[in-house]
């Protein structure tokens, strides 16, 4: 059974840079499928965030494409999300997600992570 | 960027009865690339549908998918108590990827 959990801090401080790590288990990245980031703010909708296959290649959405770096590690079955310059706005929680193929859907999820944005 | 409008944004009924979920797309949505999630309080959403009318592996025979290009429904045959929840539609088509507003299904 594919399981994914996320890590990171909870707070980061207005201007700074958000990191979060998905750790995959039951499942080997470098065999294939792409792997995303979702996020959803407190009581609002979801919104893809990026997304990245085991060989490196990325696509962001646009609206965070200039703040937003996907990147995974292979060795450690993992994949991570950097966004920088943070504001209150990036306050969400943060969810990293299986998707099947380059366009396809979300078939797995992990539990997501909170992450605030406060000084 | 294809925009995604669910509607109502809220459906009261009871257990046992019907529920039509509508989803709308401002354009085409290309090879049906549309997905249905349901999400309860607190945790992830799970995948129902994709390729708007193909369920996901172990969902309940009572949920089906239906539409194609910019109109798709999601019904739930008979509620169960389990299935009241906030319900998305996913369009993967086209970067980037869009989600509904949700409709939040609620007991009356």
């Known amino acids: 059974q594919v399981q994914l959990q996320e890590s990171g801090p909870g707070l980061v401080k207005p201007s700074e840079t958000l990191s979060l790590t998905c750790a995959v288990s039951g499942y080997s990245i470098s065999i294939g499928y792409y792997w995303g980031w979702i996020r959803q703010p407190p009581g609002k909708g979801l919104e893809w965030i990026g997304s990245i296959y085991h060989s490196g290649s990325t696509y962001y959405n646009p609206s965070l494409k200039s703040r937003v770096t996907v990147s995974v590690d292979t060795s450690k079955n993992q994949f991570s999300l950097k966004l920088s310059s943070v504001t209150a706005a990036d306050t969400a929680v943060y969810y990293c997600?299986?998707?099947?193929?380059?366009?396809?859907?979300?078939?797995?999820w992990g539990q997501g992570t909170l992450v605030t944005v406060s000084s | 960027e294809i925009v995604l409008t669910q509607s109502p944004g809220t459906l009261s009924l009871s257990p046992g009865e019907r529920a039509t979920l509508s989803c709308r797309a401002s354009?085409?949505?290309?090879?049906?690339?549309l997905a249905w999630y349901q999400q309860k309080p607190g945790q992830a959403p799970r995948l129902l549908i994709y390729?708007?009318?193909s369920r996901a592996t172990g969902i309940p025979d009572r949920f089906s998918g239906s539409g194609s290009e910019t109109d798709f429904t999601l019904t739930i045959s008979r509620l169960e108590p389990e299935d009241f929840a906030v319900y998305y539609c996913q369009q993967y088509g086209s970067s980037p990827f869009t989600f509904g507003g949700g409709t939040k299904v609620e007991i009356k």
């Open positions: 997600a299986r998707q099947r193929g380059g366009f396809g859907e979300f078939s797995y």
């Open positions: 390729g708007a009318s």
């Open positions: 354009q085409s949505v290309s090879s049906s690339c």
